[in-house]
């Protein structure tokens, strides 16, 4: 895998989801074309959340053949506004009404995170690539529920999170095996509060977003502003 960084700066966050719409949908069309089917997994959270909301709209390509997958979860009830399934659903997929819906495939933690966590690593490893892996990136260099300091199984997929510094406490998190497995990751980067944790990164210090790699160059779009 190649383990280069690419970064891209914007003016404004308008023009950074501009653009990603346009990516996002270039890199559907191209996997649709190719073997019929796309496979993306969502960052939750606000960041992309426009983004998430734009895609019914821009409406030029075969929705149907998305497989649309989460990266982290938190332990809340189904319904919780707090969860990024229902972030997802609300800013996307409760849009369609009919056979033309992507194929949504959340995080079930109203079970608690051992077995959801289980659950969705049986799923996930019938899945041998990712076509697009959208991330996030905290203040403390925490991407999807990995956080600094905690230790994860590498060898597993899927992992149970317990003791988040952010609340809830208990989550469900992909690991960088599982995101590495995507033919291209894009990270999205909004708000000056992230400064301290982009500085890290690109002077090469551990934190769990700078674990993830890719088959292509991994791309960091950013707004700071």
């Not at 819906?101 to 289980?118: L, R």
């Not at 403390?140 to 997929?157: K, R, V």
């Not at 982009?198 to 002077?203: A, I």
């Amino acid at each position: 895998m190649q383990i280069n960084t690419k970064w891209i700066d914007y003016q404004s966050k308008i023009e950074l989801e501009k653009s990603l719409l346009v990516k996002i949908f270039d890199i559907a069309n191209q996997a649709i074309a190719s073997r019929n089917v796309f496979r993306i997994v969502l960052a939750g959270g606000s960041t992309p959340e426009n983004i998430y909301k734009e895609f019914y709209n821009t409406k030029n390509t075969d929705f149907s053949k998305w497989e649309v997958y989460i990266g982290d979860e938190r332990c809340l009830e189904a319904n919780d506004p707090d969860r990024n399934s229902v972030m997802v659903t609300k800013a996307f997929i409760e849009n369609f009404k009919d056979l033309s819906a992507p194929k949504f495939f959340p995080i079930n933690t109203e079970k608690g995170s051992e077995t959801s966590a289980k659950e969705y690593s049986e799923l996930l490893s019938k899945i041998d690539t990712f076509d697009l892996v959208l991330l996030g990136l905290g203040e403390d260099g925490h991407t999807a529920s990995l956080f600094p300091g905690h230790q994860w199984n590498e060898d597993q997929l899927v992992v149970p999170v317990k003791n988040a510094p952010k609340p809830p406490s208990d989550r469900v998190s992909l690991t960088p095996k599982a995101f590495s497995r995507a033919k291209k990751i894009i990270f999205i980067v909004t708000g000056n509060g992230k400064n301290d944790a982009v500085n890290q990164w690109k002077n090469n210090e551990a934190i769990p977003a700078s674990t993830i790699f890719s088959e292509q160059d991994v791309e960091v779009h950013l707004n700071l502003d």
